[in-house]
């Protein structure tokens, strides 16, 4: 069922968990889709069916944890 919520541990005594994406700019978002306007990737990126599936995913993403036995871990991973 699509709308059933299953739930997995992913790692214990995790502090902390952030995302953050990075635009066709460089630019690192906490957010994505980001939010249009004057500016921003997706102010310029055709809307509708014309506008691609490239344009629809982020050039990266970066992952943070903080957990209390190693500390802070990260990774950047380019999805394009």
């Known amino acids: 069922n699509p709308d059933e919520t299953v739930e997995r541990v992913f790692?214990?005594?995790v502090?902390?968990?952030a995302l953050r994406y990075m635009d066709d700019n460089?630019?690192?978002l906490d957010e994505w889709p980001p939010e249009s306007g004057?500016?921003?990737a997706a102010s310029a990126a055709p809307a509708g069916p014309e506008a691609?599936?490239?344009e629809a995913v982020p050039?990266?993403?970066e992952v943070r944890i903080k957990?209390?036995?190693i500390g802070e871990v990260f990774r950047v991973i380019p999805l394009r």
Request: negative net charge; charged residues 25%.
């Open 67 to 69: 957990q209390s036995q």
């Open 38 to 40: 004057p500016g921003t």
């Open 11 to 13: 790692a214990e005594a």
């Open 52 to 54: 691609s599936k490239e």
């Open 26 to 28: 460089g630019k690192w």
């Open 59 to 61: 050039a990266a993403v």
């Open 15 to 17: 502090e902390s968990f």
